[in-house]
């Protein structure tokens, strides 16, 4: 029990104490990895303190990673990282240049001593919802996208209430937790509408959607863009079996359809911008140069991961919606 030391009086909450004397009982190598630290009812007993607190304390040094538990038996010194002072569990959907940059973004500026621990559901609710239940007790936030799944609320909250936060997609049930996300919906129906002018001289607009992994207000956007001013318009869930006609306007959420437009189209020798025209949905480097130049509708993910991070350190409870922006190129 001498590692553990309890003052009255001193303005520092005692469940503080406990977790400040351990962490010196870990620098000075008094404990080291593997180490059984003292039973919560030993602690109570000797400092006069209830089991809330001392749990509270043993808890937060479990979220960090430094102590772990073992059911029926106690807790014990799982790493001697003691600079640790958050612990980040992130779940993504998948790997993608986009994603890339909101992780890249965030650890810019998480700052040190933080632990991201990444990983990615793929759409899949089961592996989601085993993922969540994994790792429930172990993190000091988590960081959820949960796109367009369905039936993982309950799943989400079990979780901490106050450590989640919600990225890239929300909706009301998950109106509780803080996110940074985007509004697919106004974000595609304020791009078309400032490129306006420009899309008036193509016969139909064509936004090609999947529907398994696109944020549905992507089509309603689109829909209620091309109904309030007239435009003729199609949605289709690919392109394998469509003809590029003269007049025709794609919007196209996935890059690999945007392959296959543009291939389609030199084999026919079609010209991009003059006979056909693209909007591509998501801002990456190549776009500036391919085809000489690819418009884009795109939210600003480096933006995304910075404010992610602000939301962690800042404690921010807000659901905070992230800017996009119509970037005009010569596809248009």
């Known amino acids: 029990m001498n590692i553990i030391s309890i003052q009255n009086n ?24 593997g180490d059984r630290l003292p039973s919560v009812n030993k602690v109570c007993l000797a400092f006069s303190l209830s089991r809330d607190t001392v749990l509270l304390a043993y808890d937060e040094l479990k979220k960090r990673g430094i102590i772990y538990a073992i059911p029926g038996k106690g807790y014990y010194v799982k790493s001697i990282e003691i600079t640790i002072t958050q612990k980040i569990f992130l779940l993504f959907d998948e790997l993608n240049i986009f994603k890339e940059d ?4 965030f650890l810019k500026n998480i700052g040190k001593n933080v632990q991201v621990d990444i990983f990615f559901h793929h759409f899949n609710v089961q592996v989601f919802k085993k993922l969540i239940n994994d790792s429930n007790g172990n993190y000091t936030k988590y960081i959820l996208m949960p796109t367009n799944l369905n039936d993982i609320v309950d799943s989400i909250k079990t979780l901490p209430v106050n450590d989640v936060i919600i990225l890239d997609q929300t909706n009301s049930d998950l109106k509780i937790f803080p996110a940074i996300y985007q509004n697919h919906q106004k974000d595609i129906y ?7 002018s420009r899309l008036s001289k193509y016969k139909k ?27 003729d318009y199609e949605i289709v869930s690919d392109f394998s079996n469509q003809t590029i006609a003269l007049g ?12 296959l437009v543009i291939e389609n189209a030199m084999g026919r020798k079609l010209k991009l911008g003059e006979d056909f ?23 600003n993910f480096e ?29 248009l």
Not at 102 to 105: A, F, G, H, V
Not at 277 to 295: C, D, M, R, V
């Open 10 to 33: 001193i303005g520092l909450p005692k469940y503080k104490q406990i977790i400040l004397s351990i962490e010196k009982a870990i620098e000075e190598g008094i404990l080291v990895k």
């Open 303 to 331: 933006m995304m991961g910075k404010i992610l991070a602000d939301i962690v350190l800042k404690g921010i409870k807000e659901q905070i919606e992230n800017k996009s922006a119509l970037i005009l190129r010569n596809s």
């Open 205 to 231: 607009l064509i936004l090609i959607f999947p529907g398994f992994r696109e944020p549905p207000g992507m089509k309603i956007g689109f829909e209620s863009f091309c109904q309030d001013y007239g435009f």
């Open 102 to 105: 909101i992780y890249n973004s």
């Open 190 to 196: 304020e791009g078309l509408m400032k490129g306006k």
């Open 248 to 259: 025709d306007l794609y919007i196209i959420p996935h890059d690999r359809d945007l392959l």
């Open 277 to 299: 025209g693209i909007i591509s949905y998501n801002e990456t480097p190549l776009k500036k140069i391919a085809a000489n130049g690819i418009t884009t509708i795109s939210t």
